[in-house]
């Protein structure tokens, strides 16, 4: 097996197409096509994780962060981001980072953070869902062909609406054509108009499938020519998207929350705003810099928004609506590294997928 083989497991997972504009995520360090050995997950990559690779034999490390988020122009050793490449480099170790894709997923970074906290499972969403990543593509099907190309494309990935899949919604006609002297037409005779009882299927899918989807459609059509169209919809995705809301199974004190969120996510020290609510039932959170959900979190019923990064001024915009907490970035992150463990040792359970055991936080506290 090859770190690729690695690396597509991983984005098929949390497709690259779903990071975020100003995000790096990828291989950034390294040779895909080399063979795999083990892996490392950490937060963030650092020399001293790059060490712990080699020492440990694993020769790809999988971060959370990107080490390298803008163009690099030399390697002098100038910083740790240099230091860190240059190491990789000299010790034949890759580095992959899986970032704002795995944020924007369900069973992701936010999901683990749910499950932490013990979100109910039933009424959870995606907090900020993201508009115009849908595709609908229409096309026109012989009946015979129908299931077939039906299958194709669920098992491509198209016809999920929220907890439904292999949907579709077909329309009934008559379709005529008439091939040129140069066709090979799977029915009717070159010169000749011909007609042939069809159906339009139409099925919905995320943008990022769209290639695979046409591959797999028209390797199973049976028409030499396939008449179709792919229309991007406005429709929000329900399965993409910033963040996550949910309940829990009953009402605590804020008090008790607070304490039960202390220790479910390990918190030494938390920050918040008052404590505008006597119960916790609605919860809302966004690992990381997430305070961007805020406004969302209080317009869909939150009695609480967990994130981390909040700035000074950023604590007013809660406005008395709502508490806001403050646990930290890599503490709203750290699990993230067993997800990713967790989620490899499932595909790949013959190869070891360690763990750091190196605290990477650069925020210490007194």
């Not at 122009?73 to 970032?99: M, N, P, S, W």
């Not at 944020?103 to 009424?123: F, K, P, T």
């Amino acid at each position: 097996m090859s770190i690729k083989d690695v690396i597509n497991i991983l984005e098929a997972w949390a497709p690259p197409a779903l990071q975020e504009s100003y995000d790096n995520s990828g291989l950034i360090v390294g040779d895909s096509g080399r063979a795999f050995t083990s892996s490392l997950v950490c937060l963030d990559c650092t020399e001293e994780i790059v060490d712990e690779a080699a020492e440990r034999g694993a020769n790809l490390i999988i971060a959370h962060h990107p080490i390298i988020f803008r163009g690099l122009k030399r390697l002098t050793g100038a910083d740790y981001v240099e230091l860190t490449v240059i190491k990789a480099i000299k010790k034949d170790v890759a580095i992959y980072a899986i970032h704002t894709n795995l944020d924007n997923v369900r069973q992701g970074v936010n999901e683990r953070i749910a499950d932490r906290i013990g979100l109910s499972s039933i009424n959870r969403r995606i907090l900020l869902p993201k508009s115009g990543r849908l595709m609908k593509l229409e096309l026109y099907v012989p009946n015979h062909a129908l299931d077939d190309i039906k299958e194709a494309i669920w098992n491509a990935g198209g016809g999920g609406i929220g907890n439904y899949d292999e949907c579709s919604f077909s329309i009934s006609g008559t379709g005529t054509f008439r091939p040129n002297e140069e066709a090979n037409p799977s029915t009717g005779e070159r010169g000749q108009r011909s007609t042939e009882e069809e159906v339009m299927l139409s099925v919905i899918y995320p943008d990022f499938l769209s290639s695979s989807i046409l591959n797999a459609m028209k390797a199973k059509h049976p028409y030499e020519e396939v008449a179709y169209q792919e229309i991007r919809i406005e429709n929000t995705h329900q399965g993409i998207g910033s963040g996550l809301i949910g309940s829990l199974p009953e009402p605590m004190r804020t008090s008790d929350f607070i304490q039960h969120l202390k220790e479910s996510m390990e918190l030494e020290v938390l920050k918040h705003t008052d404590l505008v609510k006597e119960e916790i039932e609605q919860v809302a959170l966004l690992g990381g810099s997430g305070v961007f959900g805020l406004k969302a979190a209080i317009s869909q019923g939150a009695d609480v928004f967990i994130t981390g990064d909040v700035k000074h001024h950023e604590y007013f915009d809660a406005e008395g609506r709502i508490i806001l907490m403050d646990i930290g970035h890599y503490e709203s992150e750290r699990f993230t590294m067993e997800l990713i463990q967790e989620y490899l040792a499932g595909k790949l359970p013959n190869f070891a997928h360690l763990l750091t055991e190196h605290v990477t936080n650069p925020v210490k506290y007194a």
